[in-house]
């Protein structure tokens, strides 16, 4: 047998100030076995903008399974009507997952539970990537999950703060706090998060890449905006920043790519599993 631990942290969204999903349980796949179920009694709901900066909320802390290959993980999502919601500056509305009753939120992604050990692993729900305003359906919100599974063993953190001179510079930026984008891989020529409407194509420049996640900076105790983007997989990444983040109440099918003005960071970030890397701006 194995214990698996499963957390659950956001990368933020631009537009919004809360975003509440309920869940009833979550479901394992082990390779060649029937799924095992995890209900919740009562259900559990978040709102995904709390879950930021290495924040996690628990959906499962000691749960014994067997020790092997698994296939996927699945997060049961509470159907019921206004279970799930959306904040913005005009009230509260409803949140619409497609694929809720069915399939839930479900990670096609293989992982390993050690004999007669731990296993912890979060699930990153990319919000930027995934809330989006279709014009049909507004004033309400729809929910296209993307979601990555990590190994909390091989995931390190991208931290930073910005100089008043560097903001000051970008004319864009003036009393909106900066946004920062991580690349996967080096000198990455940075781009917007854009998904091409229904049945075209991507129409971004191929020299340039949609970004990994994201992170809103914040003031902190020295009143200097600083950031922090937890759970990266070790590796190499290039790190830009803009005040004029991608909007996700634009409506999917007619938009194009955001004039987003980036300031490049043009070295290469690496990091590492388990510590923090500083890039300041």
């Keep these: 047998m194995s214990t698996l631990n499963l957390g659950l942290t956001d ?18 796949k082990p390779a060649g076995g029937n799924a095992i179920d995890f ?26 399974v067997p020790a092997g290959q698994y296939e996927w993980v699945r997060l049961m999502v509470d159907t019921s009507p206004g279970a799930s919601y ?14 809720g009753a069915e399939t ?12 007669g050990g731990v296993a912890n692993f979060t699930v990153d729900f990319v919000l930027s990537k995934s809330l989006i305003a279709p014009q049909g359906l507004s004033p309400d919100y729809l929910l296209k999950p993307v979601l990555r599974l ?13 100089m008043a001179s560097t903001l000051s510079a970008q004319s864009n930026c003036g009393t909106r706090p900066p946004v920062v984008y991580v690349y996967t891989g080096a000198g990455v020529q940075p781009d917007d998060i854009y998904n091409p409407p229904t049945g075209t194509t991507d129409m971004d420049p191929a020299s340039s890449a949609e970004p990994l996640t994201t992170a809103t900076a914040a003031l902190n105790s020295m009143n200097d905006y600083a950031y922090s983007m937890a759970f990266l997989p070790a590796g190499t990444y290039t790190v830009a920043f803009t005040c004029d983040p991608d909007d996700p109440t634009v409506d999917e099918d007619t ?6 003005h980036f300031k490049i960071y043009p070295q290469a970030v690496a990091v590492t599993t388990n510590m923090t890397t500083t890039v300041n701006f």
């Design 11 to 28: 990368a933020p969204v631009s537009g919004v100030s809360k975003v509440w999903i309920q869940f009833t349980g979550v479901e394992v």
């Design 39 to 64: 209900m919740f009694s009562p259900e559990k709901g978040f709102d995904l903008l709390s879950l930021q900066e290495g924040t996690t909320a628990t959906f499962l802390n000691g749960s014994t």
């Design 86 to 99: 959306v904040m913005d500056s005009t009230g509260q509305h409803d949140l619409t997952i497609p694929s």
């Design 104 to 115: 839930g939120l479900k990670l096609i992604q293989g992982f390993t539970m050690p004999v």
């Design 150 to 162: 990590l190994d909390n063993t091989q995931v390190g953190t991208i931290s930073g703060t910005f």
């Design 255 to 260: 938009r194009t790519p955001d004039p987003i």
